[in-house]
């Protein structure tokens, strides 16, 4: 399955979804969305959505991980949406949660105000 990405923004916050595989031959398309995204005008807190993503490699998580420096150094926060077990497990895992705030669900990310992990 091919990545697949969408956009909206929800309650004040630019909200990019990911839908199927984020692999090795899928982060040449990840990395531009993802720099396109973080550039979008107004500024504005960013959160990306895996719930739709069946796998998620660690080229994916690096690339990831460059987005939420790069939104960090822009004065913006970033953060992760994320409600399937098994992914919540690899993100604490490889401990991707320790750098970026991953939240069990939109309206928790939006509610939380995107509060950023120290």
Excluded: Q, Y
């Excluded at 595989?21 to 807190?45: C, I, K, N, S």
């Excluded at 960090?72 to 399937?84: L, Q």
């Excluded at 077990?85 to 939006?110: C, I, Q």
């Amino acid at each position: 399955m091919d990545l697949r990405t969408g956009s909206r923004v929800v309650a004040g916050h630019h909200v990019l979804t990911l839908d199927g595989t984020v692999d090795l031959a899928a982060t040449p398309r990840l990395h531009d969305v993802l720099r396109r995204f973080v550039g979008l005008e107004p500024p504005r807190p960013i959160l990306v959505d895996l719930d739709g993503v069946t796998v998620l490699d660690d080229a994916a998580l690096g690339l990831l991980l460059g987005a939420a420096a790069t939104t960090r150094a822009n004065g913006r926060t970033f953060a992760v949406v994320c409600s399937d077990t098994r992914m919540r497990k690899r993100l604490t895992e490889t401990r991707f949660d320790r750098a970026v705030a991953v939240h069990p669900s939109l309206g928790a990310a939006v509610a939380d105000d995107v509060h950023e992990v120290p």
